[in-house]
């Protein structure tokens, strides 16, 4: 294995540039006015409100510059302001104009934004498509006593992006019955059950990821996720229209339950329903339920009834997901073996990405890289989302922290982990939030809890150990993880905004996390399934879970202050380390294999 392989599945190429948005910003603002608007708001999500877009639905970055996977602008005449949460405010500063404005989101909401920048009877525009039914009444609410107005129409930005690429139209598969756990049939049936125990007609299906999980379907329209792009309505009776383009599904046989329906014959399938049609307010298009409401079809709101199914993993997605983490785990330990070897200064972060590429290509399982790899050297492991580009590429100085953040989509399972390791001798200041990082990342790891808490509940628990030396992280602690589908997947979390209960079956990340800007960056990760607790004497008679470890690879042992950990982390660690070396060394050979038995070894 050499540093110089080609990549096959991430671009170093600079997407956009802050260059691009006061020119785009004046021709979207002519289109606002000519339409008697007073501004529009431009969202990063597409019409099924994915994470990640289709080039033709990147109309944030687009326009701003920004590419990060959340927020939102809002252009107004004479100002406009750009939206993200605490993971990117770094990096919208870093890739926007001055013209936009920096807010810090949900602190900062758009409502709140709207009644200070504009008077009594403004009209907003947004594109319907765009946006959810609970966003848009959440907003009216806070506006309807301003008497400002938010108006859809069609998207203004679709009309001044004149080179914009079209829809993509990537190859659908089945997914394998044998990792799923179940049929397609059998998914519909349970939940078309759902439906009709609560004297419900039917469910309109928004999100591409719900609909390839119910029908055993992977595609191609999004990089690094095999999403399809589609719509469906479940209905009652158990039968599924789908709502996708035929050439898409050309040699996949459906399930004689499922019918498939050309997109553009969605609005008179909607009309045509007799209610009552349970809703999703948090993935419904705004769209779809005025096209219920014009039809006055009668519409309740409910419980997703795809959404925990989802996220609760059958045993047959589990145990395909142990095999792909333990070769997704061997390919790390080879990487980061590789970069052990070479001497600081010697290598880029581009040189790291494509070795650990290549390295999971050597597998012979990679389908794709789950998200563009984060690899971040010195200050650049402080910006959270950071994309490498062949602009910004940067060497492993000596001295440095160097924070590598991958995953793998493999037929049996999507794999999340970050490592961070030390570029020759770094400074105690380092070792020492590093250490703390990893107390939290323990604790969470070891986390017992009654049945029915929620990742809220159990959030403060990788934080404590920074709170106590007055530090924090400005992102979740944990997100749920697909199975050969999303590497972000709800409504599971680890967060303090998280209401949602955690259950048996749930796979989670693992991620507590230090930036101090311009410095260095750490984030330790290992992925997490939810399962029932044993049993402990003396315990009370009440349900308990717990987790179990998915990940296994080695945790830098030079950068942990061994003073600062308590006998039981200790333990914890030196066990996480015997099963490393246990379930991965097998799968090595030669002087990787001896390395990984010094990176295992007990602290």
Known sequence: MTDTSPTHFQ????????????????????????????????????????????????????????????????????????????????????????????????????????????????RVAYDPWLHTAGQIVQAEAKLSDRHINLVACENLVDRVWTDRPGPPMGRAEAFPEEVAGKSAAEKIAEAAADLAAKHHAAFVICQPDELCWLLNLRGSDVTHTPLMHGWGILYATGRVALFAEAEKLEGVDLPDIVSLVAPNQMGARLTSLKGPVRLDASSTPQAVLETLRTAKVKMEKGDNPLSLARACKTQAEIAA?????????????????????????????IDCVRAL??????????????????????????????????????????????????????????????????????GDAEREAFTQVLQGMIAIHRARFPLGRTGRDIDALARAPLWAAGRDYAHGTGHGVGVYLGVHEGPQRIAHISQVPLKPGMILSNEPGYYREGAFGIRIENLIVVREAPDLPGGDDRAMLDFETLTFAPIDRRLIVKEMLSEVETSWLNAYHSDVARKIGPLLEGEAAVWLQAATAPL
């Open 11 to 122: 671009s170093f190429d600079a997407t956009s540039s802050p260059d691009q948005g006061p020119p785009r910003l004046a021709f979207l603002r002519k289109e606002i006015a000519a339409r008697g608007f007073d501004g529009f708001i431009v969202p990063r999500a597409d019409a099924f409100q994915g994470e990640y877009v289709a080039p033709c639905d990147a109309r944030l970055a687009w326009l701003t510059g920004f590419t990060g996977s959340a927020g939102f602008a809002v252009v107004l005449r004479e100002q406009a302001a750009i939206f993200t949460d605490g993971r990117y405010q770094l990096q919208v500063r870093l890739q926007t104009a001055p013209d936009f404005a920096p807010m810090d989101y949900p602190s900062q909401g758009l409502a709140d934004y709207l009644i200070e920048a504009l008077p009594k009877g403004g």
């Open 321 to 349: 997901t142990r095999r792909a983490h333990l070769r997704d785990g061997a390919a790390v330990v080879r990487f980061l073996h590789w970069l052990d070897s070479h001497e600081p200064g010697s290598l880029t972060e």
């Open 357 to 426: 590429e290549g390295f999971r290509a050597e597998t012979n399982a990679l389908r794709e890289i789950s998200f563009d790899t984060i690899a971040g050297a010195g200050p650049n492991g402080a910006i959270m989302h950071y994309r490498v580009t062949a602009e910004s590429n940067a060497p492993l100085l000596p001295g440095q922290l160097f924070l590598i953040d991958s995953g793998g989509q493999y037929l049996d399972g999507t794999t999340d982990i970050t490592r961070t390791v030390p570029v020759g001798a770094v």
